[in-house]
């Protein structure tokens, strides 16, 4: 946990995560990590991503709501469980969520479920992960 501070009576809460798997190859091979430390109940402001190997990139974000999901997107039951995907083709990408993300732990393990899919046409690489959300 980088940065936190009272606002309004909720807690700006910023993490950072970095991948460094000695590069995720550009063939649809993910990593699927935990930003630990998170609160249970969040709204997700911001997120900002570095390819930290600055060439084509192709890549895709998800948010999960529970752990062993089984990142599925043909199983119709777990669909709820994916709170976002963006495709990603910029080395650097920041996005303000205007009104936020409603975010809810649903395992209760106080983790932001993230994954990170290198898609095929990007360059193998790690990642910067920075997420900034309101808790309480």
């Given at each position: 946990?980088?940065?936190?501070?009272y606002s309004n009576q909720q807690l700006i809460q910023e993490d950072t995560f970095t991948i460094n798997s000695g590069n995720i190859a550009a063939d649809g091979s993910y990593k699927e990590f935990d930003i630990t430390?998170?609160?249970?109940?969040?709204?997700?402001?911001?997120?900002?991503?570095t390819q930290l190997t600055g060439t084509t990139a192709n890549y895709t974000?998800?948010?999960w709501e529970k752990d062993a999901s089984g990142y599925d997107p043909a199983d119709t039951s777990k669909r709820y469980l994916r709170i976002?995907?963006?495709d990603i083709d910029e080395n650097e990408y920041n996005e303000n969520i205007d009104g936020g993300i409603d975010y809810v732990d649903r395992d209760s393990?106080?983790?932001?479920?993230?994954?990170l899919i290198n898609?095929?046409?990007?360059?193998a690489s790690d990642f910067d992960v920075v997420i900034k959300?309101?808790?309480?």
């Open positions: 946990m980088s940065a936190m501070r430390g998170f609160a249970n109940y969040a709204q997700i402001k911001q997120i900002a991503i974000i998800e948010i976002l995907t963006r393990t106080s983790e932001l479920h993230m994954r898609q095929t046409g990007g360059t959300a309101l808790v309480w």
